[in-house]
Protein backbone atom coordinates (compact mmCIF):
# COMPACT_ATOMS: atom_id res chain seq x y z
CA UNK A 1 0.00 0.00 0.00
CA UNK A 2 1.26 3.57 -1.02
CA UNK A 3 1.29 6.64 0.92
CA UNK A 4 1.49 10.28 -0.32
CA UNK A 5 2.44 13.51 1.28
CA UNK A 6 2.54 16.56 -0.62
CA UNK A 7 3.66 19.59 0.63
CA UNK A 8 4.96 23.43 -0.09
CA UNK A 9 1.85 25.02 -0.80
CA UNK A 10 1.57 28.63 -0.01
CA UNK A 11 0.47 32.20 0.08
CA UNK A 12 2.30 33.19 -2.83
CA UNK A 13 1.70 36.86 -5.02
CA UNK A 14 0.50 36.22 -8.50
CA UNK A 15 3.81 36.09 -11.05
CA UNK A 16 5.73 34.61 -7.51
CA UNK A 17 6.85 30.55 -7.89
CA UNK A 18 6.48 27.34 -5.59
CA UNK A 19 7.96 24.05 -5.04
CA UNK A 20 5.15 21.50 -4.62
CA UNK A 21 6.80 17.82 -3.37
CA UNK A 22 5.28 14.20 -3.21
CA UNK A 23 6.51 11.90 -1.09
CA UNK A 24 5.63 8.26 -1.68
CA UNK A 25 6.17 5.45 0.78
CA UNK A 26 4.77 2.05 1.31
CA UNK A 27 5.80 -1.71 1.35
CA UNK A 28 6.88 -2.98 -1.60
CA UNK A 29 5.97 -0.46 -3.71
CA UNK A 30 7.98 0.39 -7.14
CA UNK A 31 7.96 4.09 -7.03
CA UNK A 32 10.90 4.38 -10.20
CA UNK A 33 8.15 2.22 -12.45
CA UNK A 34 5.07 4.59 -11.79
CA UNK A 35 3.87 6.95 -13.93
CA UNK A 36 3.10 10.29 -11.41
CA UNK A 37 0.30 12.63 -12.10
CA UNK A 38 -0.05 16.24 -10.24
CA UNK A 39 -3.87 17.30 -10.13
CA UNK A 40 -5.70 20.28 -8.82
CA UNK A 41 -8.86 20.78 -7.37
CA UNK A 42 -10.73 24.14 -6.60
CA UNK A 43 -14.49 23.56 -4.47
CA UNK A 44 -17.07 22.85 -6.61
CA UNK A 45 -14.95 21.94 -9.86
CA UNK A 46 -14.00 18.64 -10.69
CA UNK A 47 -9.84 17.67 -9.86
CA UNK A 48 -8.22 18.44 -13.01
CA UNK A 49 -5.21 16.62 -14.24
CA UNK A 50 -2.04 19.70 -14.50
CA UNK A 51 1.05 17.26 -15.29
CA UNK A 52 2.39 13.75 -15.25
CA UNK A 53 6.13 12.28 -15.45
CA UNK A 54 6.41 8.36 -17.15
CA UNK A 55 8.79 6.53 -15.58
CA UNK A 56 10.99 7.23 -18.28
CA UNK A 57 11.01 10.76 -17.21
CA UNK A 58 8.69 12.22 -19.89
CA UNK A 59 6.46 15.38 -18.96
CA UNK A 60 3.38 15.84 -20.23
CA UNK A 61 1.34 19.50 -19.35
CA UNK A 62 -2.22 20.42 -19.68
CA UNK A 63 -2.38 24.13 -21.33
CA UNK A 64 -2.94 25.85 -18.57
CA UNK A 65 0.31 25.52 -17.27
CA UNK A 66 2.50 24.85 -20.42
CA UNK A 67 5.44 26.54 -19.76
CA UNK A 68 4.94 27.31 -16.46
CA UNK A 69 5.06 24.56 -14.48
CA UNK A 70 7.58 21.70 -14.56
CA UNK A 71 7.48 18.12 -13.20
CA UNK A 72 10.09 16.54 -12.28
CA UNK A 73 10.72 13.22 -9.99
CA UNK A 74 13.89 11.96 -7.77
CA UNK A 75 13.54 8.08 -7.64
CA UNK A 76 16.26 7.83 -5.09
CA UNK A 77 14.11 9.54 -3.05
CA UNK A 78 10.70 8.26 -4.11
CA UNK A 79 10.14 11.83 -4.74
CA UNK A 80 7.82 13.89 -7.18
CA UNK A 81 8.16 17.93 -7.50
CA UNK A 82 6.08 20.28 -9.23
CA UNK A 83 7.90 23.48 -10.08
CA UNK A 84 5.63 26.25 -10.32
CA UNK A 85 6.19 29.86 -11.66
CA UNK A 86 4.69 32.64 -13.48
CA UNK A 87 1.61 31.74 -10.99
CA UNK A 88 -1.76 33.29 -11.87
CA UNK A 89 -4.77 33.72 -9.58
CA UNK A 90 -6.19 31.05 -11.37
CA UNK A 91 -3.59 28.06 -9.99
CA UNK A 92 -5.16 29.04 -6.84
CA UNK A 93 -6.56 25.37 -6.07
CA UNK A 94 -5.79 22.33 -3.69
CA UNK A 95 -2.96 19.98 -5.27
CA UNK A 96 -2.64 16.62 -5.35
CA UNK A 97 -0.26 13.81 -6.39
CA UNK A 98 -1.12 10.37 -7.67
CA UNK A 99 0.46 7.26 -8.66
CA UNK A 100 -0.74 6.05 -11.83
CA UNK A 101 0.06 4.74 -15.30
CA UNK A 102 -0.61 5.60 -19.03
CA UNK A 103 -2.50 3.43 -20.99
CA UNK A 104 -1.80 2.24 -24.57
CA UNK A 105 -2.86 5.65 -25.89
CA UNK A 106 -0.25 7.13 -23.51
CA UNK A 107 -2.94 8.46 -21.28
CA UNK A 108 -2.81 9.08 -17.71
CA UNK A 109 -4.75 6.25 -15.60
CA UNK A 110 -4.88 7.41 -12.07
CA UNK A 111 -3.99 5.02 -9.07
CA UNK A 112 -6.22 4.76 -6.59
CA UNK A 113 -4.54 6.16 -3.57
CA UNK A 114 -4.32 9.91 -2.89
CA UNK A 115 -2.57 12.32 -0.31
CA UNK A 116 -4.01 14.88 1.66
CA UNK A 117 -3.44 17.49 -0.59
CA UNK A 118 -1.21 21.15 -0.39
CA UNK A 119 -3.13 24.15 -0.77
CA UNK A 120 -1.36 26.55 -3.01
CA UNK A 121 -3.20 30.48 -2.85
CA UNK A 122 -2.29 32.76 -5.38
CA UNK A 123 -3.44 36.92 -4.74
CA UNK A 124 -3.42 39.59 -7.03
Known amino acids: QVQLVESGGGLVQAGGSLRLSCAAS??????????IGWYRQVPGKQRELVAT???????NYADSVKGRFTISRDNGKNTAYLQMNSLKDEDTAVYYC????????????????WGQGTQVTVSS
Open 53 to 59: ISSGGRP
Open 98 to 113: NTGRQDYRGTYVAGGT
Open 26 to 35: GSGFGFSSNT
